[in-house]
C-alpha cells in the first residue's frame, strides 16, 4: 500500500529546481502528470509528487529519499558557473533553469536505455511499462495500479516470446542476455558509483545492447557521473550547429554526411564535451539536449 503521509522538502530560494522539467525531459520514463501531481516510482516505491510554493510535497517515500533522486543536493548555481562557457549554453540554461540530473535506480536505467536506442520517448515508456506490468510488482496506490520494475531474477527467467510481446523488438534478445549476465554474476551495478568514470563504462560495454551512448546515459543518469556527456543525433545535431569550430573540418564535413557516428567518432565528440564543459559536462549535456529537442518541436 502507499504510505498516505504527506511530505515536504522546503526549497533553499537559491535552491533553482523545477520539478515539470526534470521529469519530462527525457532523461526518466515511467512519470505520468496528474493534474499538478507527478506519479511515479522511486525505487520500488510509488511516489506521488508536486511542487508548490516553494516546496516539493510528496507522498510514498522519504525526505532522504526524494532529495537524492531529485538531484536537490547538488550546487546548481555552482554548477551554472562551471558550465558556462558560451552563449549556447547560457540560453540553454536561462529557458530551462532549475532542471536537475536525476539519481535513478542503475538496474532501471541499464534496461531503459538499452530500450531506448533508435525509439522516440513515447515508445519507450510503452515498452517499459509493458516489461513492469508483465514482470514487476503490483502496487494497489489510491485508486491506481502501479508496477515496481522487474529485478534482474525476473527478467533473466523471462522466455525470449514473452519478453517480445513487450514490444521490445530486437531489444529483446538484448534485455534477456544482459538480465542472465546481471543475475548469474550477481553484479552490484551499484557499486560501480565508486569506480571512476573510464571503468564504470568500460564494465557497461560488456553487456549486450550498450554501446558507447548507451553507456554514457547510464553512467549520468543512473550513477550520478556527472562527467559523462551523452551523444544522441539530437547532440550530434548540437555540436554540429554551434561548436564546428572545435573540430577539423574535414571530420565535421565526414560526420555531417553520415547518419551514424563510429566509434571514433563518438569518442571524439563525447571528449570535446567532457572537456569542454568540465566535471559538470552532463548538466550542459541535458540542457542542449533538451534546448534542441523543445526548439525543433516549436518548428513543427
Not at 522511486?42 to 538531484?71: C, H, P, W
Not at 534482474?152 to 534477456?176: M, Q, T, V
Amino acid at each position: 500500500m502507499e504510505d498516505l503521509r504527506l511530505m515536504i522538502v522546503h526549497l533553499e530560494k537559491t535552491c533553482p529546481f523545477d520539478l515539470g522539467l526534470t521529469l519530462c525531459c527525457g532523461q526518466t520514463f515511467r512519470w505520468n502528470r496528474e493534474g499538478e501531481w507527478w506519479r511515479g516510482t522511486i525505487g520500488d516505491n510509488s511516489v506521488k509528487i508536486r511542487q508548490q510554493n516553494g516546496a516539493v510535497e510528496f507522498y510514498g517515500v522519504s525526505k532522504d529519499a526524494v532529495m537524492t533522486y531529485l538531484g536537490l543536493t547538488d550546487d546548481l548555481l555552482k554548477i551554472y558557473s562551471e558550465i558556462n562557457r558560451d552563449q549556447h549554453i547560457r540560453a540553454a540554461v536561462e529557458q530551462f533553469r532549475g532542471l536537475r540530473i536525476l539519481r535513478q535506480n542503475p538496474w532501471e536505467s541499464l534496461i531503459s536505455y538499452i530500450c531506448a536506442t533508435y525509439k522516440n520517448i513515447a515508445s519507450i515508456n510503452r515498452m517499459l511499462n509493458n516489461l513492469s506490468r508483465q514482470f514487476g510488482e503490483r502496487i494497489r496506490t489510491e485508486n491506481h495500479d502501479f508496477f515496481t520494475f522487474p529485478t534482474p531474477k525476473k527478467l533473466a527467467n523471462a522466455s525470449i516470446s514473452d519478453l517480445r510481446k513487450c514490444e521490445l523488438g530486437y531489444r529483446a534478445e538484448y534485455i534477456l542476455k544482459t538480465s542472465k549476465k546481471v543475475y548469474e554474476n550477481n553484479y552490484n551495478l551499484d557499486s560501480l558509483k565508486k569506480k571512476s568514470y573510464e571503468d564504470a563504462r568500460t564494465f557497461l560495454l560488456q553487456f549486450p545492447g550498450v554501446g558507447l551512448k548507451v553507456a554514457d546515459c547510464v553512467l549520468l543518469f543512473g550513477l550520478g557521473k556527472l562527467e559523462a556527456f551523452p551523444v544522441d543525433v539530437w547532440m550530434r545535431r548540437v555540436l554540429l550547429r554551434h561548436y564546428t569550430s572545435h573540430f577539423p573540418k574535414k571530420f565535421v564535413t565526414k560526420i555531417s554526411k553520415e547518419e551514424s557516428l563510429s566509434e571514433s567518432q563518438y569518442k571524439q565528440l563525447n571528449k570535446f564535451g567532457r572537456e569542454y564543459f568540465g566535471k559538470y559536462a552532463g548538466y550542459a549535456q541535458e540542457y542542449l539536449y533538451h534546448h534542441e529537442r523543445m526548439k525543433a518541436r516549436k518548428q513543427r
